[in-house]
């Protein structure tokens, strides 16, 4: 069964009705969201989990209640890459070989090593299929 990896973007659509978009294509990118992330089969990282947490710490005020609800729920439903020396390792190489971002290439090592064959963001290239295994999909095109 596909395995797809799903970055913190995708998730805060679905949990921050973020008021600087427009309510029409917020409404839009929500809906995708939503159906993303009620998949089966979802890898994510700690990386994912802290980004999403400090977004509604900030953005939204959620408190250290609500905090510790959303990372429990996506402990309980989701497969959960936590970083070890080898995820490290191949964020460096496929730095020099893709170009990506630090931050990026963690979420690509992460996707990879959890066995992912898609990983959905809105900040990666669209298309791009790193070491033959993982497609990235920006499911808001």
């Given at each position: ?22 309510a ?7 809906k ?41 729920s ?10 070890e ?28 090593a ?28």
């Open positions: 069964m596909p395995l797809s990896f799903i970055d913190t973007n995708i998730w805060l659509y679905r949990l921050f009705d973020d008021q600087r978009i427009e029409k294509e917020r409404e839009r990118k929500r995708i969201a939503t159906a993303i992330t009620e998949r089966s089969n979802i890898i994510i990282s700690t990386q994912v989990i802290n980004e999403i947490s400090v977004n509604l710490i900030k953005k939204a005020m959620f408190d250290e209640n609500q905090i510790k609800a959303v990372i429990q996506l402990y309980h439903r989701c497969q959960v890459v936590e970083f020396l080898t995820i490290l390792e191949s964020a460096s190489d496929l730095r020099t070989q893709y170009n990506l971002s630090f931050w990026d290439s963690l979420i690509v090592a992460s996707a990879l959890g066995g992912a064959d898609t990983l959905y963001s809105e900040d990666m290239q669209h298309g791009l299929t790193v070491s033959e295994q993982l497609t990235i999909i920006n499911p808001f095109k």
